[in-house]
């Protein structure tokens, strides 16, 4: 199992960035799929998911209102819109997959892609 992270760039503040993360080897309609954000010196935090079905989805407040996950079936990939960016969003951006478990626990997540660069300059 194979995920894909892309997507990443720099930008201004007030920007969009739309982040892409694409498996191989999984199915990624029956997994749930988040993101989560790791900055210098700090913890990997939890920034969005969706769950199994994909109706529901699930965001981290500080980026509620500005992110938007959605999956793209067809293509077997979880996107992540990001406008209105801010530089406290400057981050390395993982996507991984959840067979079950907790959303937001990144111990829970069974597969993860290899991070993509997101800077935001002010």
């Known amino acids: 199992v194979q995920l894909q992270a892309s997507g990443g760039g720099l930008v201004q503040a007030g920007d969009s960035l739309r982040l892409s993360c694409a498996a191989s080897?999984?199915?990624?309609?029956?997994?749930?799929v988040g993101w989560f954000r790791r900055t210098p010196g700090k913890e990997r935090s939890f920034v969005a998911a969706?769950?199994?079905?994909?109706?529901?989805?699930y965001y981290a407040d500080s980026v509620k209102g500005r992110f938007t996950i959605s999956r793209d079936n067809a293509k077997n990939t979880v996107l992540l819109q990001m406008n209105t960016l801010k530089p406290e969003d400057t981050a390395l951006y993982y996507c991984?997959?959840?067979?079950?478990?907790?959303?937001?626990?990144?111990?829970?997540?069974?597969?993860w892609g290899q991070g993509t660069l997101v800077t935001v300059s002010s």
């Open positions: 991984a997959a959840l067979l079950s478990g907790n959303l937001y626990s990144s111990d829970d997540y069974r597969f």
């Open positions: 080897g999984l199915i990624l309609s029956n997994t749930a």
């Open positions: 969706i769950h199994w079905g994909g109706l529901r989805t």
